[in-house]
């Protein structure tokens, strides 16, 4: 359980910068800050996957919720107006917030009563359930519930003007329709009276949104108001649903038991016992596991980040050894894999899948080679011959393809390096582009694309081997790569270039790209160097929750994330600290220094992160400089998957002994 300290509880701003999540399994989320104030567009209690697991809707807003007692009416809503206003003020009645689980839980004081409400989302389902209890009281209370609803793509706002829904009364509640065509949604309050309405809340200021340069006001509509009186003991359940006929009866004991038993599998396959912050952790991962059919038939995905991104090839490849190999499921990487694989086109993976259901964007270059990361880290863990041989062709296409050229001029060069790129087109992790201004375009050879290529050839050698199948060609096309790779080192500097033969020459900036030269593999670059790297990266790009995307004295370092799209996507990767970099940084610093109990304490920040940004989840990023704020999308897949990840192998690491292995031992998965 992670509970927040009573000093944040009684400061508005640290409240409303605190935010929580619950999601149902196939791309449909809710959340919130925990002042209850509307801070982003995506606030909401249902944000339906309309098409799972994408067409994201938000639909029902927020509960205005009032307590009556016997002398006194209590309001627990706060909000912010366009005019500055705020009014209501309910955040100073909340006692107590937790997570039990991944289930937020409110305690609000309402004069002597003491109210509980919990949010949760069914899985497989879009619905959500709220549930209020009256703790303790000396009387039964009046609950009024308004719920304020709408009807709009998650990443968009409302101006209402003189917009008509269409809202029915039903059995136990109401049924909305915002317009003919759309789909329908339900509010049931079994046992509570029921007034309907419909007028405009016009004006919500949202100040997260402000901060990011977009339009920062949004409108809401009241379509009822619920009335019940709740008596100690005998909670209250509002229901928000697609479905006319949701599951009523649906116990919170069946999450809590969901949860439970991934905490156990993942704590069971430790060789010590696990920190309580890294059993929350187990259960942030299962929220980015979703669904996604492929040709009419069930698989799996993952949802890169709460809450505006969607499944992205890249994101998913690094993050599924920590989701499921890492979390003791590897029976969710299993469809996964297979998933994308019916996405290859001309050996490469699609970067993202658009929201609206739109031809996959081919525009990334190591998508593809963290496949087969993935891959690697599949088998190990499962021993899964069956599935090795049926991708085997696809990974050998993927090769071929890069042999002789694909999009994009992705192609191996006679140096056995990777070359990618050409004007106007984002290929690397470092993808921000703003209209036709491509920030960090890395035309040229990426140090971390050719570690990743040399990383699959080694692979495909491995999977080749135990197939049965010819492994020499990829045997002397890695041998090829190692050698060279060595004119990405720069002696002078002590560390690697960033980029070769680009458009005016090598670029010499210090990156953290250059740790995957380390992390991936124990033999790409000799022993001296790749300590060398640690030490030089620790000493300018380390922060407490990940690594500068680039070092503090480069003249187009940026200190801080913030501003318009063009001001943010500017600082995306020039400055920022990333927390998923954590990961591959541990992973070399075992490597090099063979402390696992150092590597363990490197992640500590992190853990302590759990309480702030988005409770009990990893944020994107955070801005270069002190105090690091969080920023970007406040829960980010392959940020928890690379904590999870590494964790689990500076345990294994300590099984062996604090020495981490012999001399040359590999870190990577396998």
Partial sequence: MLQLQPETLSNLADLESREWLVTNGIGGYACGSVSGLLTRHYHGLLIAALQPPLARTLLLTKLDEQVETASQTYALQTDRWANGALTSLGYRLIEQFRLEGTVPVWTYACGDARLEKRIWMAPGANTTYVQYRLVSASQPVTLTLKALVNYRDHHSHTQAQDWQMQIEAGSDGLKVQAFDGATP???QLPGAAVALAHSWYRGYHLAVEAYRGLYPYDDHLHAATFTARLVPGQPL???ASTSPRPDLDAALSHRQQYEQALVERWSASLSQPSPAWLNQLVLAADQFIV?????GQPGKTVIAGYPWFTDWGRDTMIALPGLAIAASRPEIARPILRTFAQYLDRGMLPNVFPEASETPAYNTVDATLWYFEAVRAYYQATQDRALLADLFPALVDIIDWHRRGTRYQIHLDSDGLIYAGEPGVQLTWMDAKVDDWVVTPRIGKPIEISALWYRALTSLTLFAQILERPADPYQQLAAQTRQ?????????????????????GPDDALRPNQIFAVSLTPDLLPAAQQKAIVDTVAQQLLTPYGLRSLA???PNYHSRYGGDRQQRDGAYHQGTVWSWLIGPFVQAHLSAYRSPAAARQLLQPLADHLRSGCIGTLSEIFDGDPP???RGAFAQAWSVAEVLRVYRMSVSCSALGERGGGDGEDFSPI
């Avoid at 669904?291 to 040709?295: F, G, H, I, L, M």
């Avoid at 060279?484 to 005016?504: I, K, S, V």
């Fill in 291 to 295: 669904d996604r059919s492929v040709a």
């Fill in 552 to 554: 503090p004295d480069h």
């Fill in 185 to 187: 949604f339900y509010l």
């Fill in 484 to 504: 060279g790779f060595q004119r990405f080192w720069q002696p002078q500097r002590g560390y690697c270039y960033d980029l070769l033969d680009g458009p005016t």
């Fill in 237 to 239: 359940m509002l229901v």
């Fill in 628 to 630: 690091h704020l969080p």
